[in-house]
C-alpha cells in the first residue's frame, strides 16, 4: 500500500500562514496526493488534490515536490475554524479501491 | 448531484444485542463504497470496502459485517455487539481514486 508520513501535530497562531507536510516516497506514478480534514464530531472533508503540479483553490494550496515524494498544504491565513485534523491519501487506483488513512496532523491555531 | 446518507444518527445498544447501521448514495452509479471506524477522536480505521455489488472485502478481523444488497447501499451489522465495538462510524464513497464523500456519521455506544 502506498504510505503517507505526517507529524502528529502542529501550533499555528491566527491569520498566520500554515504550512503541513507529508511524506509519501513509495507513490506511484499515477497516485494523486489528496488532502481531507476533519472537524470535531464530523466525518472528513475534502480540501484538495494534485497529481504532479502546484494546485490552488479557495481552501488552500498544495506544493508537490518535484519528485514527488513529498508534498505541502499550505493555509495562507490560519482561521480558529481551521483546526481540525488533517490528512494526506493517496487513492490508488492498483489497490481495488482501497483507501487507507493515516494518523493525520492535528492543526490547533491559537488567536 | 451527488448525496450520502448514513443511519442511524446515534444509538445506544446493550452488550450482545444486533448491530444494523445504513448507508445510500444518491446521484452515482458504481461508486467503490467504503465503513470506517474512528474509536478515540483520532485515527480512520477502515473497516469494510466494495467495488460491487455482493463484492466485500474485509480489513480487520471482527465481529462486523458488511453487505452491498444494491449499487448504492452498503450495510453494516453485527450478530452481537461487544463494548469495543463502541465508536464513530463513517459511510464514504468514491470513484476510482477520485475525491472521497463522508456520510455524516454514526455515534455507537456499547453498554
Known amino acids: 500500500d502506498a504510505k503517507t508520513t505526517q507529524p502528529n501535530s502542529m501550533e499555528s497562531n491566527e491569520e498566520e500562514p500554515v504550512h503541513l507536510p507529508c511524506n509519501h516516497s513509495?507513490?506511484?506514478?499515477?497516485?494523486?496526493i489528496h488532502w481531507y480534514r476533519q472537524l470535531p464530531s464530523q466525518g472528513p472533508e475534502y480540501v484538495i488534490h494534485?497529481?504532479?503540479s502546484n494546485v490552488n483553490n479557495r481552501m488552500a494550496s498544495l506544493a508537490i515536490a518535484e519528485d514527488r515524494k513529498s508534498s505541502t498544504l499550505i493555509l495562507h491565513r490560519a482561521t480558529l475554524r481551521d483546526a481540525a485534523v488533517y490528512y494526506c491519501?493517496?487513492?490508488?487506483?492498483?489497490?481495488?479501491?482501497?483507501?487507507?488513512f493515516g494518523q493525520g496532523t492535528e492543526l490547533s491555531v491559537k488567536p | 448531484s451527488q448525496t450520502i446518507h448514513q443511519w442511524p444518527a446515534t444509538l445506544v445498544q446493550p452488550v450482545g444485542s444486533p448491530l444494523s447501521l445504513e448507508c445510500t448514495v444518491e446521484?452515482?452509479?458504481?461508486?467503490?463504497l467504503y465503513w470506517y471506524r474512528q474509536a478515540a477522536g483520532r485515527g480512520l480505521q477502515l473497516l469494510f470496502y466494495?467495488?460491487?455489488?455482493?463484492?466485500i472485502s474485509s480489513e480487520v478481523p471482527q465481529n462486523l459485517s458488511a453487505s452491498r444488497p444494491q449499487d448504492r447501499q452498503f450495510i453494516l451489522s453485527s450478530k452481537k455487539l461487544l463494548l469495543s465495538d463502541s465508536g464513530f462510524y463513517l459511510c464514504?464513497?468514491?470513484?476510482?481514486?477520485?475525491?472521497?464523500?463522508f456520510g455524516e456519521g454514526s455515534w455507537l455506544t456499547v453498554v
Open positions: 464514504a464513497w468514491s470513484l476510482s481514486g477520485n475525491t472521497i464523500y
Open positions: 513509495t507513490i506511484s506514478g499515477t497516485d494523486y
Open positions: 494534485g497529481l504532479t
Open positions: 491519501i493517496l487513492p490508488s487506483y492498483n489497490q481495488g479501491g482501497k483507501l487507507i
Open positions: 446521484g452515482t452509479s458504481n461508486p467503490n
Open positions: 466494495s467495488v460491487g455489488i455482493g463484492q
